[in-house]
């Protein structure tokens, strides 16, 4: 069963990939994303096309939208399968749960944010607040359904625990922790608690600790220097998806040492 859950949403999740690309490439200009259309930045722009640039047309056509037939970017296929992996690993680990439509929407939301960051460093609130709008009452409805309210309520210590870590950091160095990283830890907070505290102290751990690895790597080897700024929001996101979907382990491997 848990086999045939995590195939189906693989395939939900390729289809999410294809919208999450054209939120990639318009909410940031502050353009409509809705009725869903899909396509390459260049047709949607142009003519707005219908038909967007799936993994196989774009891997048999040579990196070409089969709209416009413009080259198109590598981010669009990795997006897309990025989030059909993270939706079948989310479905492996939740297996069948209330919860699990919940966790499907955070992994929409942390593959568009992290994309964004990354090309453009912004997290954008019209990404974060309509993700916490909707899974506030997906978690609640999830904890109903339970008939259990404590993971709510670990859910929302977790939000406000995230928040706070984050807005403390921001607020001693504003220039190396932007107020959209802050933002972005009550979702990851939300979440995580889901599970338990110790899941929030774990995502935000490995956050920290893979930004600190690559800012060193990019200082040595890169050409950066202290002064450049470096998107955090991504890293932040690999540390939430890491502590979702290995907490347990960690947590266990942790204790023993």
């Excluded at 490439?25 to 353009?31: A, I, L």
């Excluded at 897309?80 to 929407?105: H, I, K, M, Y």
């Excluded at 889901?194 to 751990?205: E, K, M, N, R, T």
């Excluded at 990019?218 to 470096?230: E, I, N, Q, Y």
């Amino acid at each position: 069963m848990t086999a045939v859950l995590a195939v189906l949403c693989a395939a939900v999740g390729l289809y999410v990939g294809l919208y999450l690309n054209l939120v990639i490439d318009r909410v940031p200009q502050k353009q409509a994303v809705w009725p869903i259309r899909t396509g390459c930045r260049n047709c949607l722009d142009a003519s707005g096309a219908t038909s967007g640039p799936p993994v196989l047309p774009w891997v048999v056509r040579r990196r070409r939208c089969p709209t416009c037939d413009e080259r198109v970017s590598v981010r669009y296929p990795v997006v897309e399968l990025g989030t059909a992996a993270l939706f079948a690993a989310s479905a492996v680990r939740l297996g069948v749960d209330a919860a699990l439509p919940a966790f499907l929407v955070f992994c929409a939301c942390l593959v568009a944010i992290s994309v964004i960051d990354l090309e453009l460093q912004i997290i954008p609130n019209r990404i974060v607040y309509p993700t916490i709008a909707v899974s506030l009452p997906l978690l609640a409805i999830a904890s109903l359904a339970k008939t259990n309210l404590d993971p709510f309520v670990t859910a929302l210590a977790g939000a406000g625990i995230a928040f706070a870590i984050l807005l403390v950091v921001h607020l001693i160095s504003p220039a190396s922790m932007g107020f959209g990283d802050v933002r972005l830890a009550f979702i990851l907070g939300l979440f995580l608690g889901w599970f338990d505290l110790s899941h929030v102290a774990i995502g935000l751990f490995v956050g920290f600790a893979l930004g600190a690895i690559v800012g060193v790597g990019l200082m040595l080897f890169g050409g950066r220097t202290r002064k450049d700024s470096v998107p955090f929001g991504p890293f932040l996101a690999a540390g939430a998806a890491i502590a979702v979907l290995f907490g347990d382990p960690l947590l266990r491997w942790w204790l023993r040492t």
